[in-house]
């Protein structure tokens, strides 16, 4: 196996495993009995457990980001932020245990992986605010601010959710179209005042 193929294939082993155990509990010795290698040659494509942790979380934090791209064949700003919105419900349901080791790194104590939950973030924050005022809603720090906020709440009912689905999937995903537009039109108004 290349070097390529081989850092690909314990990446790809470490992203299935955090999907089913939080992502601290993945261990490079289960990596390696997994690949059928020793957990030495782990160690020659990753320095620490904590650096192949980071490839893991960057891996899945990419994943996120290009399956909820905007399509661009969409005109409408509602319908953009609908079928977003439902790309990222599904790959959230699809990643279970993984999308609170993408979400919650900013909690943890590598500072890589804090990093990635960032700017994983800002992808987010950025597509939202650039397809803001087809909404009739300016950028300002005010909106923003309410953006962050929303990505923040997108987030928490995501995690409360996988953990008790209390509604439907249809449902959230109405929750998170419905609260954006509301959102930022209200910080709008009150901004403005």
């Avoid at 087809?134 to 953990?163: D, F, H």
Wanted: a negative charge.
């Amino acid at each position: 196996m290349s070097p390529d193929a081989r850092r690909r294939q314990f990446i790809d082993l470490g992203v299935q495993m955090a999907r089913e155990q939080p992502l601290d509990t993945v261990t490079i010795e289960a990596v390696a009995d997994a690949a059928g290698v020793s957990k030495g040659l782990l160690f020659h494509y990753f320095e620490s457990k904590a650096d192949f942790h980071l490839a893991v979380v960057r891996e899945q934090a990419q994943e996120m980001i290009d399956r909820t791209a905007p399509r661009e064949d969409l005109t409408d700003p509602i319908e953009m932020l609908q079928a977003s919105v439902t790309a990222y419900v599904d790959y959230v349901t699809d990643i279970g245990q993984g999308f609170i080791g993408v979400i919650r790194g900013s909690g943890n104590s590598i500072a890589g992986i804090r990093d990635v939950a960032e700017s994983t973030r800002q992808v987010m924050s950025e597509r939202i605010l650039t397809h803001a005022p087809a909404l009739g809603i300016e950028r300002t720090p005010a909106i923003e601010l309410a953006v962050a906020g929303w990505i923040a709440y997108v987030e928490e009912m995501l995690v409360r959710w996988l953990a008790d689905p209390v509604v439907d999937r249809e449902t959230l995903i109405a929750m998170f179209v419905g609260a954006l537009p509301a959102l930022a039109g209200m910080t709008a108004m009150v901004a403005s005042a």
